[in-house]
């Protein structure tokens, strides 16, 4: 049942011009349901904006924090020089004229369900500002920055957005991320900006799962019982209370460093549904599925990812782990590390997911993003077999929810320094999914003070849609 103030808007805007119907369509100081998102939708259709055939459900986006080297993962340049090329070879895939690096085996044995963009660029050197364009699709409050950390001016994670379109009324969050808030340790600002509402507000900061989810202990911060209560004695009302009455005063107690930001006070509630505590029961999956995804802490984030879009999330992100090693920033000790830490269990969990989505019928609904801040530089450092940082070429995935299967966007020049056709920019890249999930791009929302922003900066790339 549509509310009525969104059922009068709905009518009001049919007057409006296009730009208005876009900005004064979306403000609703009671947020956006499901059906209100529908009737947006009905409105950019009359305007004459172009939507996807069929609207992806859920994203999982999987953040390789630090910056992959493109030419160490799906752009290698053969033909170059030595000191550019590097150690690996190129591989052919299922895709004809496809090829991949050698290590991402998995990954050559179903490219036929992805899409490589090798044309992403912009000019941000900066792991934190470049990783806020990344998250959220708009440029950081400051470019070119890794002295500014998070702050309310921040545009709202692609999640937070989410979250104000798409709440699940399950009790679910509409918005998780794990296993932490990036953080450079090298950085003077220490946290990535964009990891949380911004100026939509706490309220759509989402939820963040910390942890080791491969340690057979592990479960969410929160939503642990006691034990001396079972799930049995939760149907008692008073054992209930028992149990708010204790995690009050531990939220209380709590720090800002608490997993759960502004969404503490909600954690309590969400134990007492059997739903959400099934969601993030990693114990359900079969020993041989956790296997498949691969007994780390990465391939259990990305599994947990695959639980909670299944039980109705929007979006889940994956932001990648503190391996104590600098992430993908390899500066130094390039190819040893993506060839034993990092590609191995990269490419072990991307295939778990895309076949395992496949399987399951899911993969036409969700839309599988993978993707790093930015590039590395060609030219491999003589001293220590590294690669600085490089925003102006690099590479992405995307696959499922809309995307063209077994495509390639975009081409870089010889050393894959720069692209030469079909540049792709983090806003063109964060509205496509936007996009690709049914948001109408070109609407407006107001942030505290009542100022009107686009959810998106970018161009769709419609060339990648089915």
């Not at 934190?128 to 950390?149: E, F, M, N, R």
Request: aromatic share 6%; net charge neutral.
């Amino acid at each position: 049942m549509r509310h009525r103030s969104g059922c009068d808007q709905f009518w009001q805007t049919r007057r409006m011009s296009r730009r208005q119907l876009l900005s004064a369509g979306s403000i609703s100081a009671l947020g956006l349901g499901i059906s209100e998102l529908d009737a947006r939708r009905a409105l950019a259709k009359e305007a004459g904006i172009r939507l996807p055939k069929k609207r992806a459900k859920a994203c999982i986006f999987l953040f390789m924090w630090g910056g992959p080297s493109q030419l160490d993962t799906f752009d290698l340049k053969p033909h170059a020089p030595s000191e550019i090329r590097g150690d690996f070879k190129p591989i052919s895939t299922k895709v004809p004229g496809m090829q991949i690096a050698e290590h991402f085996t998995g990954l050559a044995s179903i490219s036929d369900k992805v899409s490589i963009i090798r044309s992403l660029t912009h000019d941000d050197p900066a792991h934190l500002s470049s990783g806020h364009a990344t998250l959220t699709g708009q440029l950081a409050p400051i470019v070119k920055s890794d002295a500014d950390p998070p702050s309310s001016k921040d545009s709202p994670h692609l999640g937070s957005i989410l979250s104000k379109f798409r709440p699940t009324g399950t009790g679910l969050p509409a918005f998780v991320a794990m296993p932490w808030k990036a953080y450079h340790p090298a950085a003077p600002g220490g946290e990535a900006p964009g990891q949380h509402g911004g100026w939509l507000g706490a309220e759509h900061d989402g939820m963040l799962l910390t942890g080791d989810l491969n340690d057979p202990k592990w479960c969410p911060e929160g939503l642990a019982l006691p034990e001396s209560i079972s799930l049995g004695r939760l149907e008692s009302r008073v054992e209930l209370l028992k149990l708010f009455d204790s995690q009050r005063i531990n939220l209380q107690n709590s720090t800002s460093n608490s997993a759960y930001g502004s969404h503490q006070s909600r954690a309590a509630q969400m134990i007492s549904s059997p739903g959400v505590r099934q969601a993030f029961d990693l114990t359900r999956e079969s020993e041989s599925t956790r296997e498949r995804y691969g007994r780390n802490q990465h391939g259990q984030c990305v599994l947990m990812a695959r639980r909670l879009v299944e039980h109705g999330v929007p979006l889940v992100s994956v932001n990648w782990h503190n391996d104590g090693k600098n992430f993908w920033d390899t500066h130094g000790n390039n190819f040893n590390r993506l060839k034993n830490d990092l590609i191995p269990p990269s490419d072990q969990a991307l295939t778990a997911l895309l076949t395992d989505l496949d399987e399951r019928g899911l993969l036409e609904e969700t839309l599988v993003a993978w993707v790093g801040e930015f590039g590395r530089k060609p030219q491999i450092a003589k001293n220590n077999a590294g690669r600085e940082h490089w925003p102006f070429c690099y590479s992405g995935l995307l696959a499922g929810g809309g995307i063209q299967p077994g495509a390639v966007y975009g081409a870089s020049d010889k050393h894959a320094a720069y692209p030469i056709s079909d540049p792709v920019s983090p806003q063109d890249f964060a509205t496509t999914i936007l996009h690709a999930l049914g948001l109408p791009i070109e609407t407006h929302l107001l942030d505290r003070e009542d100022r009107p922003h686009r959810i998106s900066s970018g161009r769709v790339l419609h060339e990648l849609l089915t």
